[in-house]
C-alpha cells in the first residue's frame, strides 16, 4: 500500500512552491498571513544570495553571509513549512509533487503549484568542459573556486619551474556577462592589491588573467558605451579581455578558442579555468511544460501566459530564471517580483468574498541593473540613466546590501567590505581539499556506479 500524497491538516487551500531562491522565497513571504498553507520545497537548506557569490569565491564574505538557513527565515511564519528535498517528479494532472531526500520521498499534493526551481550552469553541450572548468551558481562551486584559486598561488609560491609558476598563474574566464566580469575583477584585485605581499617566492601581480567572451563586448546588456568604459577598466586591472573569442576546446591544461573575426584558433595555458558563459533552465520547466503543452525554448524556459500560469492550468504558475515570457531576463528582480505576482493572485482566488475569476497580467517593474568591476569602480544602468565609478559603487553596495536576508549578515558585510576596502585584507580565504576536489570525486563515482 502507497501513503496517500501529503497535505497540510485543516483543509486550507494548499500552495506548493518549488525552490526556495529568490523568487520562491518571495512568494512564501507575500503569502504570510494569507488563509493558506504553504509548502516550501527545496533542495538545499538555505536561500542563496547568487548575486554576491563571487565574494565568496575571492573570499571577501564567507559562506553563511549570503545563505542563511530557509526553516530559520521562515520562523516567524505560521501559514508556511519548509521541506529540504530534491523534487523529482511533478504531475500538474493529478496535482502532485514529488520530493526525495536520500532514502526519505514524500508525494504533496498541491491547490496551487509555483514553480521556481531555478536554472543551472550550461555549457552549450559541452558538459565535459566541467571537469576542468567549473561554473559559479551555488556555494559549493563558489568554494570550489576559492580553493582552486587559493590553492595555485600555494603551488606557485612551491615550484622554481618559472613555466610552471606562469601556468598556475594564469586564469582564464569564460564569459564576460556580469557574473564573468565580477568574477575577473575580483581575481585582478585578489592578484594585485590584497596578495602582493604574502608570497616570497613571487609576486601574485605577475598572474596573468583573461577574460573570452564570442560577443564583440563586454556585458552586451548594459549596452555599448558602458561595455566599452567596464572594458577599460578591467584593462587598467591588467586584465586581457579578448572578445568575438568562441571557445572551443576546454581541457585540463588549456582552453581554446576561435576568433570570429578572422578564423584564427588560439589557446591559452593555465591552470584555473572558469566558466560563467550561460545557463539552462531547471529541468523541472520542461517537464510542467511538456505535460501542460507548451513550449519550452532553447535555454529550457517554460513559456507562461501573461498573468505567469502555464498553459490551461490555470493553478500552475511558473516564474523566474525558468519562466519564458517577453523575454524577460534572468534577474534577481524579475524572479521577486514573479514571486510576488503569483502570491498575490492565488492570495486573491482564496479570498473567500472575491467573486471575480478575472486574472491579472504580470507588470515587470526594471529597477535598472549594476556590476561591480573593482573596489570603488561599478556600473549602473536605469533606463536612460547610466554611472560608473564611485557613485555607481556606493550605489551598487547599498543596494546589494538591502536585499541581503538577515540584519547579522548585512553588518557583517559591511565589516568585510570596509576591512577590504582600508586594509586590503580578506578574512575569508581559508581552503580545504574537501572543497577543491570533491565535486569531481562525486560525478567520477557516480559515473563508475552508472556502469
Ligand atoms: C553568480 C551569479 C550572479 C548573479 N548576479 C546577479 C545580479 O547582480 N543581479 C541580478 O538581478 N541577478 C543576478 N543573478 C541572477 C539571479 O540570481 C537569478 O536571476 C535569480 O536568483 C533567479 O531566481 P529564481 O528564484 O528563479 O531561482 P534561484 O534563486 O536560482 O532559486 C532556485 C532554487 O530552486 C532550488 N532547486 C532547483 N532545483 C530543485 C529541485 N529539483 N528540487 C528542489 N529545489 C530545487 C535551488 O536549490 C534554488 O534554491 C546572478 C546569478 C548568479 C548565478
Not at 488563509?35 to 516550501?40: K, P, S, Y
Not at 576561435?258 to 584555473?272: C, Q, R, V, Y
Not at 505576482?341 to 549594476?370: C, P, Q, R, W
Amino acid at each position: 500500500m502507497t501513503d496517500a500524497p501529503f497535505r497540510p491538516n485543516g483543509g486550507r487551500h494548499h500552495v506548493v512552491i518549488v525552490g526556495a531562491g529568490m523568487g520562491g522565497l518571495a512568494a512564501a513571504q507575500k503569502l504570510k498571513g494569507e488563509n493558506v498553507d504553504i509548502t516550501l520545497i527545496d533542495k538545499k537548506n538555505h536561500h542563496l544570495f547568487q548575486p554576491m557569490l563571487y565574494q565568496v569565491a575571492t573570499g571577501m564574505i564567507s559562506a553563511g553571509e549570503i545563505a542563511p538557513s530557509t526553516r530559520q527565515l521562515l520562523r516567524n511564519q505560521d501559514n508556511a513549512n519548509f521541506v529540504n528535498a530534491e523534487v523529482t517528479d511533478i504531475d500538474i494532472k493529478s496535482q502532485t509533487v514529488t520530493a526525495v531526500n536520500d532514502e526519505f520521498t514524500r508525494v504533496f499534493e498541491y491547490d496551487s503549484l509555483i514553480l521556481a526551481s531555478g536554472s543551472g550552469q550550461s555549457y552549450f553541450g559541452n558538459d565535459h568542459f566541467a571537469e576542468f572548468a567549473p561554473g559559479m551558481k551555488s556555494l559549493d562551486d563558489a568554494l570550489e573556486l576559492r580553493s582552486r584559486i587559493i590553492s595555485a598561488f600555494e603551488k606557485a609560491e612551491l615550484t622554481d619551474d618559472p613555466k610552471e609558476r606562469e601556468r598556475l598563474l594564469t586564469f582564464i574566464i569564460v564569459g564576460a556577462g556580469p557574473t564573468g566580469v565580477e568574477l575577473t575583477g575580483q581575481i585582478a584585485e585578489l592578484a594585485n592589491r590584497t596578495l602582493t605581499d604574502v608570497y616570497s617566492n613571487f609576486s601574485t601581480s605577475s598572474a596573468k588573467i583573461y577574460l573570452l567572451d564570442g560577443a564583440p563586448q563586454v556585458l552586451p546588456p548594459f549596452g555599448k558605451r558602458l561595455g566599452r568604459k567596464s572594458q577599460r577598466a578591467l584593462e587598467k586591472l591588467g586584465v586581457d579581455v579578448r572578445l568575438n573569442a568562441m571557445v572551443t576546446d576546454v581541457n585540463e591544461e588549456s582552453v581554446t578558442y576561435k576568433n570570429m573575426k578572422d578564423d584564427s584558433e588560439h589557446t591559452l595555458t593555465g591552470a584555473i579555468k572558469i566558466w560563467s558563459a550561460g545557463v539552462a533552465a531547471s529541468p523541472l520547466a520542461r517537464l510542467v511544460g511538456e505535460q501542460a503543452g507548451v513550449e519550452v525554448d532553447r535555454a529550457g524556459r517554460v513559456s507562461t501566459n501573461e498573468d505567469l500560469t502555464v498553459g490551461e492550468y490555470s493553478n500552475v504558475y511558473a516564474i523566474g530564471d525558468l519562466m519564458g515570457l517577453n523575454r524577460l531576463p534572468g534577474l534577481a528582480q524579475v524572479a521577486m517580483q514573479g514571486g510576488a505576482h503569483a502570491a498575490k493572485l492565488i492570495a486573491a482566488k482564496v479570498d473567500e468574498e472575491s467573486t471575480s475569476n478575472e486574472t491579472e497580467a504580470f507588470d515587470y517593474f526594471d529597477k535598472g541593473t549594476m556590476a561591480i568591476i573593482s573596489r570603488g569602480y561599478a556600473i549602473v544602468k536605469m533606463g536612460k540613466t547610466e554611472i560608473t565609478g564611485f557613485v555607481g559603487w556606493l550605489a551598487w553596495l547599498g543596494l546589494h546590501l538591502m536585499y541581503l536576508q538577515g540584519f547579522r549578515n548585512r553588518l557583517v558585510a559591511v565589516v568585510n567590505w570596509a576591512q577590504n576596502f582600508f586594509t586590503r585584507s580578506r578574512s575569508n580565504i581559508e581552503i580545504t581539499k574537501q572543497q577543491a576536489y570533491a565535486r569531481n570525486i562525486i560525478d567520477n563515482a557516480s559515473k563508475q556506479e552508472v556502469k
